[in-house]
Nanobody
Framework: QVRLAESGGGSVQVGDSLRLSCAAS????????MGWFRQAPGKEREFVAG???????????ADSVKGRFTISRDNANSKNSMRLQMNSLQRDDTAVYYC??????????????WGQGTQVTVSS
């Protein structure tokens, strides 16, 4: 069974930065393309960022976070762990952030696996 372990949420102020991390485990030898979704109170879950396993330049972002958020592998040899660097945080970024993963080299918008979620709160 695949497990996604998230970390790094918290409470910050507008303009601050925060980094989320996620590691996938449970299927030795498998590789995952990974990403993040978020869900704010009263809203539907939405895509934030995605990263394909093959090619570090193969990243995807929601328009609302482009230029502020960066998704990347933890290091060049890290197949199943990644991070989301969030800069210039705004109040609208407040949400529960979910790590997501799909088996294989290409990120997909309908991931197979989900983390439990980590809360990010941005206040002014």
């Amino acid at each position: 069974q695949v497990r996604l372990a998230e970390s790094g949420g918290g409470s910050v102020q507008v303009g601050d930065s925060l980094r989320l991390s996620c590691a996938a485990s449970g299927r030795p030898g498998s590789v995952f393309s990974m990403g993040w979704f978020r869900q704010a109170p009263g809203k539907e879950r939405e895509f934030v960022a995605g990263l394909s396993w093959v090619g570090t330049s193969d990243t995807y972002y929601a328009d609302s976070v482009k230029g502020r958020f960066t998704i990347s592998r933890d290091n060049a040899n890290s197949k199943n762990s990644m991070r989301l660097q969030m800069n210039s945080l705004q109040r609208d970024d407040t949400a529960v952030y979910y790590c997501a993963a799909t088996p294989g080299p290409k990120w997909a918008m309908n991931p197979n696996y989900w983390g439990q979620g980590t809360q990010v709160t941005v206040s002014s």
